[in-house]
């Protein structure tokens, strides 16, 4: 597989912003609500860290999860409450924080004999009606929850029989096309190597499995892909690094080793080293089929953005849109592209949240295409920030 790099590439070496956490934690995952970003960390503190948008200074702390915290996002509707952050941990909670209190406003529990299931995954529905996490493995045992976030306190159905190891990941579909009169559509992945959707309203678990896709390897992440057909897609990746692309109804379109695209040149080299994540754009650029941009990291702490213009064709090269480098050092853990002010959010083993130049938007990459992007949402470009730019492509460090 081919790696080629975008006409309007950039090496970004300096970030716009940098600050650390304390106690030396890894920052787990990055959120944006209204006012703030937010930062989940490791233990020793297991907390989430807001921070002022321009500045990046810190605000409060929510005092997180007793366990590791395994998932944080931003939702803008959950049952009335309008933008709030919400996370999930191994302690078997899933908190929705007020930011006002400074405390959670709203929690559900994994409850069981003898204590609580660990959650490694939750999402919300777009409606904000249903709360969905899924557990680790316990016996012969991994399942997804639903709660009514209006009647916390116990689940509203259980379903155990979807995925047979921890599940990994969770998001509820966004897109109209893929929902049927049912209603919510619920995307799951698992260790044990499925990837699923399901119909989440469904009380009967039997009748609740829509499609199931085996990517034969553990998974650890995976999305969905709005394209241009309407039809909507889905990505996975695996712990050994793979990237799985598949239809909405989960036949395997490609599966792609996501080391092996590299750029050996005297001017410029890159080679990934392992999957970030993945981001959906808020719009397509008129040269895609699809609106998945995939971020990479090398095990010396730069990171990469990759796309690819389709999936369909094995001969189709991969894009390397932007590079991020010498602002972390190891592992890079999370990442957000707030695209609606124009930047990048990372964070890693070493402690560092940074804000970087962010990646160019679909709409601006594609202005001088007639055809013009296809957008989702509005986009509103708030901040004018600026990151140093490397004139000369920075070569990988050994």
Not at 3 to 10: D, G, I, N
Not at 52 to 64: C, M
Not at 140 to 162: F, G, K
Not at 206 to 231: F, K, M, P, Y
């Amino acid at each position: 597989m081919s790696l080629v790099e975008s006409s309007s590439f950039r090496n970004i070496t300096t970030p716009i912003r940098t600050t650390s956490l304390p106690s030396e934690a890894y920052v787990l995952s990055i959120a944006s609500s209204p006012a703030h970003y937010a930062a989940a960390t490791s233990s020793p503190n297991n907390a989430i860290h807001l921070f002022d948008k321009s500045r990046l200074q810190s605000v409060f702390t929510l005092s997180g999860h007793e366990n590791a915290i395994t998932n944080l996002r931003s939702v803008s509707n959950l049952a009335g409450m309008l933008q709030v952050l919400v996370s999930c941990g191994r302690d078997g909670l899933v908190k929705v924080w007020d930011e006002r209190t400074q405390s959670a406003g709203l929690q559900m529990s994994a409850l069981r004999s003898g204590g609580r299931r660990a959650l490694l995954a939750c999402d919300v529905s777009s409606d904000g009606s249903l709360v969905a996490a899924g557990t680790d493995l316990q016996a012969d045992d991994a399942s997804i929850l639903y709660w009514d976030p209006r009647n916390p306190v116990a689940p509203l159905r259980v379903h155990s029989s979807t995925h047979s190891d921890d599940i990994t990941a969770l998001h509820f579909s966004r897109s109209p096309s893929s929902m049927p009169k049912s209603g919510n559509i619920l995307l799951s992945a698992s260790s044990d190597g499925l990837v699923c959707t399901s119909s989440a309203d469904e009380a009967d678990e039997d009748e609740a499995g829509l499609h199931v896709g085996n990517a034969g390897c553990s998974l650890a992440q995976a999305g969905w892909i709005h394209r241009r057909t309407g039809s909507p897609g889905i990505w996975a990746s695996s712990d050994m690094e793979t990237l799985t692309i598949w239809s909405s109804e989960l036949d395997l379109i490609r599966d792609n080793e996501i080391r092996q695209p590299s750029i050996h040149r005297q001017d410029l080299t890159w080679v990934t080293d392992y999957v970030i994540g993945c981001h959906s754009n808020s719009s397509l650029s008129a040269d895609a089929d699809n609106d998945l941009s995939i971020f990479v990291g090398s095990n010396e702490g730069d990171l990469a953005l990759l796309s690819r213009s389709t999936f369909s064709a094995s001969d189709t090269p991969w894009t390397l849109s932007q590079t991020w480098t010498t602002g972390h050092v190891g592992v890079v853990r999370s990442f957000l592209w707030d695209e609606q002010n124009n930047v990048l959010l990372t964070g890693g083993e070493d402690s560092k949240l940074n804000i970087w130049s962010g990646p160019p938007s679909p709409a601006s990459a594609s202005a001088s295409n007639e055809a013009g992007p296809i957008k989702r949402e509005n986009d509103d470009y708030a901040m004018d920030v600026d990151g140093d730019e490397s004139p000369m492509r920075k070569k990988r460090r050994s």
